[in-house]
C-alpha cells in the first residue's frame, strides 16, 4: 500500500506547492485538509491553488461544500479517509496538505469523533451556568478522572463537551481522547519559516486578497447565501470583507484586522503542530526544499516497506 504523505504548517509557508512538487515527483493526488477550501466559491480568500495551476495532479477535498453549509469535522474524517483509500487503489501516494490541525489529525490518526445532541449540551451548558463552572468541573472528576485530569478547570465549554460524550455514549470521555498514532504507515513534513518573515508573508497575502477581487467575490458569494452560512461567513478576510461591504469598515481597517487575525491563527497552528514529534520540520525557505522533501518521503517508503 503506498504511503501517506503530509504537509503540514501554518498559513503562508508554501503547503500547496510543496504539495505539488512532490505529488509530481512521487505519483501522487492531493488531499485538501483545509476546512475553509472545502467551500465552493471561496478561492481567493482561502489561496486556493488555481485549477489552471494544479499541474494536472488530482486535488480532493476541494469545493465540496455550499456556502450555506457547515463544515463538519466528523464529515471530513469519512470523506478524507475515503480519498485517501482511493488514491492508494490506484497505486498512487496520497498527500495530505493543510493547515486546519483537527482536520489533519482526523484524517491521519486513529482519532474518534464522538456524537453530539444538540439539545443535552444545551441542557448541560445550563446546568453549569447555574451551578458554576467549580460544581460541573467537580461532577467530571467525579465520572472520568482522566479526562478531568487533561481538561482545564476554568474551560466550561470543554467540561461541558466532556459530560455530553459520556451521557451519549455511556463511556468515559477520556476513552475518545486523541493519541498520536497513524493509522496507516505515514511520513508528514512541516513546514517552517522565521516568525518576522511569516508575519510579513501574512501582510502581503491580505493585500493581495483585495487587489485579485476578494470584495468582487464575497458580493457573488452573497447571492448564494454566505451570510446564512454558519461557518463560511466567518471565515478570515470573508467576515471582514461583508463588514466593508456594510459599511462598518474601511478598506484599510478589514485588511488590517483580517492581517491581525491571520497572524494569530499563524500562531495557534504552530502551538499545534510543533508539539507533534512524528513531523520532520523543514525550512520553507530552502532553495532545495522539493529535493530534501522527496529525500525523507523516499526514506520513509523504505523503512515502512511500503510501496513507492
Same mark, same amino acid.
Given at each position: 500500500?503506498?504511503?501517506?504523505?503530509?504537509?503540514?504548517?501554518? /498559513?503562508?509557508?508554501?503547503?500547496?506547492?510543496?504539495?505539488?512538487?512532490?505529488?509530481?515527483?512521487?505519483?501522487?493526488?492531493?488531499?485538501?485538509?483545509?476546512?475553509?477550501?472545502?467551500?465552493?466559491?471561496?478561492?481567493?480568500?482561502?489561496?486556493?491553488?488555481?485549477?489552471?495551476?494544479?499541474?494536472?495532479?488530482?486535488?480532493?477535498?476541494?469545493?465540496?461544500?455550499?456556502?450555506?453549509?457547515?463544515?463538519?469535522?466528523?464529515?471530513?474524517?469519512?470523506?478524507?479517509?475515503?480519498?485517501?483509500?482511493?488514491?492508494?487503489?490506484?497505486?498512487?501516494?496520497?498527500? +495530505?496538505?493543510?493547515?486546519?490541525?483537527?482536520?489533519?489529525?482526523?484524517?491521519?490518526?486513529?482519532?474518534?469523533?464522538?456524537?453530539?445532541?444538540?439539545?443535552?449540551?444545551?441542557?448541560?451548558?445550563?446546568?453549569?451556568?447555574?451551578?458554576?463552572?467549580?460544581?460541573?468541573?467537580?461532577?467530571?472528576?467525579?465520572?472520568?478522572?482522566?479526562?478531568?485530569?487533561?481538561?482545564?478547570?476554568?474551560?466550561?465549554?470543554?467540561?461541558?463537551?466532556?459530560?455530553?460524550?459520556?451521557?451519549?455514549?455511556?463511556?468515559?470521555?477520556?476513552?475518545?481522547?486523541?493519541?498520536?498514532?497513524? +493509522?496507516?504507515?505515514?511520513?508528514?513534513?512541516?513546514?517552517? +519559516?522565521?516568525?518576522?518573515?511569516?508575519?510579513?508573508?501574512?501582510?502581503?497575502?491580505?493585500?493581495?486578497?483585495?487587489?485579485?477581487?476578494?470584495?468582487?467575490?464575497?458580493?457573488?458569494?452573497?447571492?448564494?447565501?454566505?451570510?446564512?452560512?454558519?461557518?463560511?461567513?466567518?471565515?478570515?478576510?470573508?467576515?471582514?470583507?461583508?463588514?466593508?461591504?456594510?459599511?462598518?469598515?474601511?478598506?484599510?481597517?478589514?485588511?488590517?484586522?483580517?492581517?491581525?487575525?491571520?497572524?494569530?491563527?499563524?500562531?495557534?497552528?504552530?502551538?499545534?503542530?510543533?508539539?507533534?514529534?512524528?513531523? /520532520?520540520?523543514?525550512?520553507?525557505?530552502?532553495?532545495?526544499?522539493?529535493?530534501?522533501?522527496?529525500?525523507?518521503?523516499?526514506?520513509?517508503?523504505?523503512?515502512?516497506?511500503?510501496?513507492?
Amino acid at each position: 500500500m503506498s504511503l501517506v504523505v503530509g504537509v503540514v504548517g501554518p /498559513t503562508a509557508t508554501g503547503k500547496s506547492d510543496l504539495a505539488l512538487d512532490l505529488a509530481e515527483a512521487l505519483g501522487g493526488e492531493v488531499v485538501g485538509a483545509d476546512a475553509s477550501q472545502l467551500y465552493r466559491g471561496m478561492d481567493i480568500g482561502t489561496a486556493k491553488v488555481p485549477p489552471g495551476e494544479r499541474r494536472g495532479i488530482p486535488h480532493h477535498q476541494l469545493d465540496v461544500l455550499d456556502v450555506v453549509e457547515e463544515a463538519s469535522v466528523a464529515a471530513y474524517q469519512v470523506a478524507a479517509r475515503e480519498d485517501l483509500a482511493a488514491i492508494q487503489s490506484r497505486g498512487h501516494h496520497p498527500i +495530505l496538505a493543510g493547515g486546519s490541525g483537527l482536520y489533519v489529525r482526523a484524517a491521519l490518526d486513529v482519532l474518534e469523533i464522538p456524537p453530539t445532541d444538540p439539545a443535552v449540551r444545551a441542557r448541560l451548558a445550563d446546568r453549569a451556568e447555574a451551578e458554576g463552572t467549580a460544581a460541573t468541573f467537580a461532577r467530571l472528576e467525579e465520572l472520568d478522572p482522566a479526562a478531568a485530569a487533561a481538561i482545564e478547570p476554568g474551560n466550561t465549554r470543554r467540561i461541558v463537551r466532556a459530560l455530553e460524550v459520556i451521557e451519549l455514549t455511556g463511556r468515559p470521555f477520556s476513552a475518545t481522547m486523541p493519541t498520536r498514532t497513524y +493509522l496507516q504507515p505515514t511520513v508528514v513534513l512541516g513546514l517552517r +519559516l522565521p516568525r518576522d518573515l511569516l508575519d510579513d508573508r501574512v501582510a502581503t497575502r491580505v493585500r493581495r486578497m483585495w487587489e485579485e477581487g476578494l470584495l468582487d467575490e464575497v458580493r457573488h458569494l452573497e447571492t448564494l447565501g454566505l451570510r446564512q452560512g454558519r461557518t463560511a461567513a466567518r471565515a478570515l478576510g470573508y467576515a471582514q470583507a461583508l463588514a466593508e461591504l456594510d459599511g462598518t469598515m474601511t478598506t484599510e481597517q478589514a485588511q488590517e484586522e483580517t492581517t491581525a487575525l491571520t497572524r494569530r491563527l499563524v500562531r495557534r497552528q504552530e502551538s499545534w503542530f510543533n508539539p507533534d514529534p512524528r513531523i /520532520t520540520w523543514l525550512d520553507a525557505r530552502a532553495p532545495n526544499l522539493a529535493e530534501q522533501a522527496v529525500a525523507v518521503v523516499q526514506a520513509a517508503i523504505s523503512d515502512n516497506g511500503a510501496h513507492g
